[in-house]
């Protein structure tokens, strides 16, 4: 969307800045997982397994069709920060997708307790310009068909994310963009020693329960 922009941060006005932050966090922090396990009668996800409320912890519901809409939605909710926010240039937008992943890592209205920012960075990067967004998909689709473990692919396509948005916008999105991906690197620690000791679970995999898809 704004391949062909140059993004400044001094160039943004402190109004603008402001309403990017709130209208992102305010977005982000829409708890989808919590509102579609309600919906379908699975009551709430905080209670289940990792307790964020992110697609990955609906899946453990058995509703499938709450996981995918809470997937979709939070994917949608970054889109839609970077989108709305976008009208008022490229440095708005960035500004607004990075407080959308603020928000739904770290809801208010939920003690500042989301999901782990995955499809939210999805969304966000699809939006900012589609070719990084789908790259980092085919990136997560092409970890995961080799190794069948999600939380690393999830680890793999966020963190070349930011090389992406070098080779194919503007320098200025790689810090922000690289920032993200530090934190879903914080959000999966406890998948990271998991992967460390052998211990995650494929996709796929019967006999254990709370690893199998990462967003």
Not at 58 to 73: E, H, M, S, Y
Not at 187 to 193: A, D, G, M, Q, Y
Not at 201 to 212: L, P
Request: with cysteine; aromatic share 12%; glycine share 12%.
């Amino acid at each position: 969307m704004f391949s062909n922009q140059a993004f400044s941060i001094g160039s943004i006005s402190w109004a603008y800045a402001t309403a990017a932050i709130l209208a992102g966090y305010l977005l982000g922090s829409i708890p989808f997982g919590l509102i579609f396990s309600r919906l379908s009668g699975a009551g709430d996800v905080r209670k289940l397994g990792s307790g964020n409320i992110g697609a990955t912890n609906v899946l453990r519901t058995g509703k499938r069709w709450a996981a995918a809409a809470t997937l979709i939605c939070d994917a949608g909710k970054g889109a839609a920060a970077v989108l709305i926010a976008g009208i008022y240039g490229p440095g708005s937008a960035v500004i607004a997708g990075v407080f959308a992943f603020f928000g739904h890592v770290f809801p208010v209205w939920l003690r500042f307790r989301g999901g782990k920012g995955v499809a939210t960075f999805l969304g966000v990067a699809l939006a900012l310009d589609w070719r990084v967004g789908a790259l980092t998909a085919a990136t997560w689709l092409a970890v995961a068909a080799v190794w069948r473990i999600s939380s690393l692919s999830a680890l793999v396509a966020a963190a070349v994310t930011p090389l992406y948005f070098a080779l194919l916008v503007d320098r200025f999105f790689v810090l922000p963009a690289l920032a993200l991906a530090l934190l879903i690197m914080v959000t999966h620690r406890p998948n990271i020693r998991r992967l460390m000791r052998g211990e995650e679970s494929r996709m796929g995999a019967k006999g254990r329960t709370g690893h199998e898809i990462s967003f």
